[in-house]
């Protein structure tokens, strides 16, 4: 237990104000006082020029009280002081401060009970403790109450500046972590997108001005902007919303069932078909069928698409009659779809009937705006999910995310956040938490490939695509806009390969 003092007469709450006397300081304080650096008269941070940061003092000696007083108003801070734990306690209800500075070992409630009184009314506030009898047990148990930091007697003032400088500047970003959440809740997107740039703001008003048709729609963007999720707030604020929203991906089903796919089949179709399955527009009846990757349908089957949606009937494979369906269809490529035409991957007449409108998405690297937004977003996400209490990111941490080009946008982004919330121990997410290839970009944007001689064709080919697969975070569809390649191709050449 911490050593019991004298208890002095303690005046009503009067006390606990911070009243400067016009006489001279005493000699104890003048000496404490001797040499102090005229330049400690500037504001520590440039940020509280409109409004000085708040402390209480809460020291039981008088003189301790009042060295702290003047030491932290020529530094530019407001000053309150209380000369026990129950003042504190009185002060606190009505004066709010920022920061309290308390010492540890005072009579009746001492700086520990402080301490957790003060973390259970408001866990934020900053609370730094005072000892004349530092221990590493006792420093250890003051971090654990959740204590700022914790320094002993004779105070070092360097020191103290120093960590009451850095408790500002992370007050600071607390404050703009709440402000990006109040963003958030208030006006921070558009149905689930997260943005506030103008090139979002195009297209919500997009998708909005969409949402009251019917019509076809084609969206393009790279991989990882958001095209299902365009589709599927499309779907949600439109007359469909009750109805089912169906999503098949062209470049991922093989090209021997795709048919099946899209029409279903009877029983006995074909081999395998031991029962009767209905296909994605059945399945979608009455609602919204997202196509993606459009570009990578087999040319065999764009014709029969193209019936389906003009006529609404569907035949299923091996079926004798046709049946109404009514259905919303909207596609979506990674590629420039009038490209994709020129180059004989797409159907002109496909094109025109589902081209009515185009929803193109920007990159992020295009809207770096956002990515504070995004990732207060996805911190409150994570935080849910993995039961952690991450505050937001250091302005390091945050710099290096806007920096970096973004291959693989928000997806890539969503992934790397998940990762610094997982790696966090702190409230905040630091450089250090983030992947090797974002804190040095220049390492990993432009590998080099090295073939030693006498390599045959096939093999460079291998190394070549993989290479870039490698560097694409393993995302097939970016790895194949790289390499000017299909998405089935890459998938082949891996399965060749042996590569799943």
């Not at 001279?24 to 330049?39: K, N, V």
Request: charged fraction near 25%; glycine fraction near 8%; hydrophobic fraction near 40%.
């Amino acid at each position: 237990m911490f050593r019991k003092r004298k208890r002095r007469p303690i005046p009503d709450p009067p006390n606990t104000r911070s009243e400067r006397v016009n006489s001279a300081p005493s000699g104890r304080i003048a000496g404490i006082l001797r040499g102090r650096s005229l330049s400690g008269r500037q504001s520590i941070t440039d940020n509280m020029a409109n409004r000085k940061t708040k402390i209480l003092v809460v020291d039981d000696e008088e003189a301790m009280r009042e060295v702290l007083e003047m030491r932290l108003q020529d530094w530019g801070f407001e000053v309150r002081l209380a000369a026990d734990g129950k003042a504190a306690e009185q002060v606190v209800q009505g004066y709010d401060p920022d920061i309290v500075i308390s010492d540890v070992v005072m009579p009746e409630v001492s700086g520990l009970d402080l301490l957790r009184a003060l973390k259970a009314d408001h866990p934020e506030r900053p609370v730094i403790l005072v000892t004349a009898q530092g221990s590493i047990d006792l420093a250890v148990e003051a971090m654990k109450q959740g204590a700022q930091d914790f320094i002993t007697k004779p105070l070092d003032y360097a020191k103290l500046r120093a960590i009451l400088q850095a408790t500002e500047g992370e007050m600071d970003l607390r404050r703009k972590s709440q402000r990006l959440q109040s963003q958030l809740e208030q006006d921070g997107g558009f149905g689930s997108f997260v943005g506030r740039s103008k090139a979002m703001r195009e297209v919500y008003h997009l998708i909005e001005s969409l949402s009251s048709t019917d019509a076809s729609v084609i969206i393009t963007g790279e991989s990882g902007t958001g095209k299902e999720l365009a589709a599927r707030t499309i779907h949600q604020m439109s007359g469909r919303a009750a109805g089912p929203f169906i999503a098949i991906n062209a470049a991922a089903i093989p090209e021997n069932l795709m048919e099946s796919e899209i029409l279903g089949h009877e029983k006995g179709a074909f081999t395998g078909a031991a029962g009767i399955r209905a296909g994605c527009f059945e399945q979608a009846n009455r609602g919204t069928l997202f196509l993606d990757e459009i570009a990578e349908m087999p040319l065999s089957l764009q014709p029969k698409l193209l019936r389906v949606i003009e006529d609404r009937k569907v035949r299923r494979l091996g079926g004798s009659s046709e049946f109404q369906v009514d259905v919303r269809v909207i596609a979506a490529t990674n590629q420039n779809p009038w490209a994709a035409v020129e180059n004989g991957r797409m159907r002109e007449d496909l094109y025109y009937r589902l081209n009515v409108f185009t929803i193109a998405l920007p990159l992020l690297r295009d809207r770096k705006g956002d990515i504070p937004l995004l990732c207060q977003y996805f911190v409150r996400e994570f935080n849910r999910k993995h039961n952690t209490r991450v505050e937001g990111m250091r302005e390091e941490a945050l710099e290096l995310l806007k920096q970096y080009p973004w291959p693989g946008n928000v997806r890539e982004l969503r992934n790397v956040m998940e990762r610094a919330i997982i790696l966090a121990r702190g409230s905040w997410i630091e450089k250090q938490h983030l992947p090797a290839y974002i804190l040095a970009p220049q390492a990993g944007s432009a590998p080099r490939i090295v073939l030693p001689a006498g390599v045959t064709a096939a093999e460079a080919e291998k190394e070549l695509i993989l290479s870039t697969l490698r560097s694409a975070g393993n995302n097939k569809a970016e790895a194949a806009r790289q390499l000017g390649l299909d998405v089935k191709t890459i998938r082949n050449k891996l399965k060749a390969y042996g590569i799943e």
